[in-house]
Antibody
Framework: QVQLQESGPGLVKPSETLSLTCTVSGGSISSYYWSWIRQPPGKGLEWIGYIYYSGSTNYNPSLKSRVTISVDMSKNQFSLKMSSVTAADTAVYYC??????????????WGQGTLVTVSS | DIQLTQSPSFLSASVGDRVTITCRASQGISSYLAWYQQKPGKAPKLLIY???TLQSGVPSRFSGGGSGTEFTLTISSLQPEDFATYYC????????FGGGTKVEIK
């Protein structure tokens, strides 16, 4: 059974960089697309971007200037870095696997989510 | 970006009811639409992809339909475990989600 687990600081100061890692267990990171998706408290979902296991990426244009997603196949992990954060970036951050080896079929496995609060 | 509008945003229903949620896209998205169920404090769960394909392990009382700009999620007979918030997602880039439909017990 594939499992995803987010890890990283739960509190980040304004203007600093948010860094999260998603560790994939029970399956290989190969051959799939992997995404980061966030949800501000009490609000809806926002797609941040995805990375293919080979390293190619696609970002939400609204966040593209501040976001980098990378993959480490040796550790079966992928990561998110978001720079210059503000209070508006406070959210539960989810990592997720795209279903069916493509990015057209939604996300079939999700991490439990990690709350990141931006505050001084 | 493609905007997704879900209706209703809130729905009160009873166990056994047939429930339909609509998702309208601001432009055509073919069948690149997924539906999720989310319960409080939990990650979303994939129910339907490609507009009408049931994800493995999801009960058959869930069904999806539509193409182009109008889509539906139907629960044929609402069960106690179905009370949750439902989201649609379109998979063209940038991917976007609908605002959600909260299904509560009447």
């Amino acid at each position: 059974q594939v499992q995803l687990q987010e890890s990283g600081p739960g509190l980040v100061k304004p203007s600093e960089t948010l860094s999260l890692t998603c560790t994939v267990s029970g399956g290989s990171i190969s051959s799939y697309y992997w995404s980061w998706i966030r949800q501000p408290p009490g609000k809806g979902l926002e797609w941040i971007g995805y990375i293919y296991y080979s390293g190619s990426t696609n970002y939400n244009p609204s966040l593209k200037s501040r976001v980098t997603i990378s993959v480490d196949m040796s550790k079966n992990q992928f990561s998110l870095k978001m720079s210059s954060v503000t209070a508006a970036d406070t959210a539960v951050y989810y990592c997720a696997r795209a279903a069916n080896y493509d990015f057209w079929s939604g996300y079939d496995y999700w991490g439990q989510g990690t709350l990141v609060t931006v505050s001084s | 970006d493609i905007q997704l509008t879900q209706s209703p945003s809130f729905l009160s229903a009873s166990v056994g009811d047939r429930v339909t949620i609509t998702c309208r896209a601001s432009q055509g998205i073919s069948s690149y639409l997924a539906w999720y169920q989310q319960k409080p404090g939990k990650a979303p769960k994939l129910l339907i992809y490609a507009a009408s394909t049931l994800q493995s392990g999801v009960p058959s009382r869930f069904s999806g339909g539509g193409s182009g700009t109008e889509f539906t999620l139907t629960i044929s007979s609402l069960q106690p475990e179905d009370f949750a918030t439902y989201y649609c997602q379109q998979l063209n880039s940038p991917q976007t989600f609908g605002g959600g439909t909260k299904v509560e017990i009447k």
